[in-house]
DNA sequence: CTGTTAGCGCATTCAT
DNA sequence: ATGAATGCGCTAACAG
């Protein structure tokens, strides 16, 4: 910086304030200092002047998993969002474990980030302790059964997964099957399970039989356990899955078997992902906007609400009925 | 950090020692700044040390998309190896934009990184200039069809391409279509486009249609484009798409008109991304070693290779023919 | 194994 | 509208 300075006979400061673009700054010293800095092949530092002003144009992001399109997509709305004013994310995966997700935290703060974007509500408490001793802003997402540190963005798991069994319910099915994956790791999709079972059986109708894979969600997990399940003597009427890509696989399995969806077993996914409207039969699923999560978070971290708004955003997800139920 | 030398009875330095773990240290000073570090609070602040030391525990990263698993699964790869030393990648989605590709290398740059991992091999020339002058590692991932400006991971479009168009053309097929997307602007797939389209007409069997959606590619495009392809009066007895994602939407297409596959028409994808395995028909494709490409380059950034060592790293495409041809 | 000295590349806070 | 002095929090280089 202080080669450009010397190079457009200006001071180091003045430099400073036209990398930055801030203060007041005359034109012909502006464009002087620009051409300077080209002519020297000058790379401002950005990182450096964050040790002076005690903040980095950095954003903490931890996501569960990036095998699910799902936190890609948020991912991609807290990006182009933080995109519009500088800002960058810097990201780890948890892959669903809260001691990772308690050391990725510990890890980001070492970048004194300008915010943190965590998901879901639930975390260690060592995480919460460091949270409020360092002072960071962080914005939980994806979920509001619960209490958010500050706030949070998302909608209810617990409504989601009553819902959808209402809806099963009344199209007149009585015998359940549910298939999730990550070993109930998930805690989200452990709450659409219960909050789904819960109503199953307040409504006398009955949950046959749950399978949960202990790796990641795919379609062939969604597939494989579909067939393990439908090979039963009384396989389930319907079956909840605890997202799209299992219920695509379910789907697929039943194609490839001749199995008829909904006659012979209904299938309900969700998230509402893009690809799922390019299947043979459009899968019942609650859609979410995971897009928008990113977004509305990222903006809550470049332009914090005041006090005394709200602390739980939501940004509803809908059922979305479809020809498998 | 002199608060926590001060509470350990030590200097700052020896702090810093401990913090990053270098150097020697005697196991109860060791943890004893620990202990004091808890006591107090403190958490160490990485950036701040880059300042002195000329770099950041970090690496740039530029995709062209998160739209497709491809390149989450490559942004995986070098999550993965990276955290095995300490460092993040911070990355950039350039939208298949060599312009957008520029302005996100300059960004980077603004953080000092340790190197950069870029895609494919086509940048625009101030994009190399700035490399060159600034001195960053340079990773290109991808492909090897052309210079590396240090060292390229990946495999080759053409060869892949024409590796498609001889299995088909020995399946006895003669009239081809082929579906792609981004408007043409995935350069590597128009490496894999003209290579098959090559190798087609030296064979002297036909090229009847070629469809290219303006927008990210997916299922549903597949689907659609599909749909108007076989809607033609001579539609091709074979189709090649630019990914898999519109290969599987092409054979959602198929499953949904009941048009057989392959006696009426072959599909053939790109990239064997796990999900192909749950479709109803196993898709012909060319399995390429995304997660493997990331943490081969992330591991030569983090110790590269010497001089005398190649430039071209080949992490082979295979094809992998299903029953879709 | 630990401490001292010097300074990394900037931004803050005044001045003018 | 611009500049000078000072310090941010840390690490390199060397001494011991």
């Given at each position: 910086?202080?080669?450009?300075?010397?190079?457009?006979?200006?001071?180091?400061?003045?430099?400073?304030?036209?990398?930055?673009?801030?203060?007041?700054?005359?034109?012909?010293?502006?464009?002087?200092?620009?051409?300077?800095?080209?002519?020297?092949?000058?790379?401002?530092?950005?990182?450096?002047?964050?040790?002076?002003?005690?903040?980095?144009?950095?954003?903490?992001?931890?996501?569960?998993?990036?095998?699910?399109?799902?936190?890609?997509?948020?991912?991609?709305?807290?990006?182009?969002?933080?995109?519009?004013?500088?800002?960058?994310?810097?990201?780890?995966?948890?892959?669903?474990?809260?001691?990772?997700?308690?050391?990725?935290?510990?890890?980001?703060?070492?970048?004194?980030?300008?915010?943190?974007?965590?998901?879901?509500?639930?975390?260690?408490?060592?995480?919460?302790?460091?949270?409020?001793?360092?002072?960071?802003?962080?914005?939980?997402?994806?979920?509001?059964?619960?209490?958010?540190?500050?706030?949070?963005?998302?909608?209810?798991?617990?409504?989601?997964?009553?819902?959808?069994?209402?809806?099963?319910?009344?199209?007149?099915?009585?015998?359940?099957?549910?298939?999730g994956s990550?070993?109930?790791?998930?805690?989200?999709a452990?709450?659409?399970?219960?909050?789904?079972?819960?109503?199953?059986?307040?409504?006398?109708?009955?949950?046959?039989?749950?399978?949960?894979?202990?790796?990641?969600?795919?379609?062939?997990?969604?597939?494989?356990?579909?067939?393990?399940?439908?090979?039963?003597?009384?396989?389930?009427?319907?079956?909840?899955y605890a997202n799209?890509?299992l219920?695509?696989?379910?789907?697929?399995?039943?194609?490839?078997?001749?199995?008829?969806?909904?006659?012979?077993?209904?299938?309900?996914?969700?998230?509402?992902?893009?690809?799922?409207?390019?299947?043979?039969?459009?899968?019942?699923?609650?859609?979410?906007?995971?897009?928008?999560?990113?977004?509305?978070?990222?903006?809550?971290?470049?332009?914090?609400?005041?006090?005394?708004?709200?602390?739980?955003?939501?940004?509803?997800?809908?059922?979305?009925?479809?020809?498998?139920?």
């Amino acid at each position: 910086m202080h080669d450009v300075a010397r190079e457009a006979g200006v001071s180091q400061m003045t430099v400073s304030r036209v990398m930055r673009g801030t203060g007041y700054i005359s034109k012909d010293v502006q464009t002087e200092v620009v051409s300077a800095a080209r002519k020297i092949g000058y790379v401002h530092n950005r990182l450096a002047g964050g040790n002076a002003s005690y903040d980095n144009p950095i954003v903490g992001v931890v996501v569960p998993t990036m095998q699910n399109r799902v936190f890609t997509e948020v991912l991609s709305g807290i990006n182009a969002t933080l995109e519009t004013s500088g800002l960058r994310p810097v990201f780890g995966v948890s892959e669903y474990s809260p001691e990772a997700e308690e050391d990725l935290v510990f890890d980001l703060l070492t970048w004194r980030p300008q915010g943190l974007i965590l998901s879901g509500l639930e975390h260690t408490d060592a995480l919460r302790r460091i949270i409020s001793q360092t002072g960071v802003r962080v914005a939980e997402t994806m979920d509001t059964d619960g209490d958010p540190m500050s706030v949070c963005f998302g909608f209810s798991h617990i409504h989601a997964g009553e819902e959808m069994a209402k809806h099963l319910i009344a199209r007149g099915y009585r015998s359940f099957g549910y298939i999730g994956s990550h070993g109930g790791l998930d805690l989200r999709a452990a709450k659409r399970f219960e909050a789904f079972a819960r109503v199953i059986r307040e409504t006398g109708a009955q949950l046959v039989s749950v399978e949960r894979a202990h790796t990641a969600s795919s379609m062939e997990i969604g597939r494989t356990l579909t067939h393990k399940v439908m090979q039963r003597e009384q396989p389930p009427r319907a079956i909840y899955y605890a997202n799209d890509d299992l219920a695509a696989g379910g789907l697929m399995h039943c194609l490839a078997e001749g199995i008829s969806v909904p006659e012979t077993v209904a299938l309900a996914g969700f998230n509402g992902l893009g690809f799922m409207s390019a299947l043979p039969k459009l899968v019942t699923t609650t859609v979410t906007p995971r897009y928008d999560i990113g977004v509305a978070a990222a903006r809550w971290l470049m332009a914090p609400l005041a006090k005394s708004d709200a602390h739980k955003v939501e940004l509803p997800a809908e059922l979305q009925i479809g020809q498998t139920s």
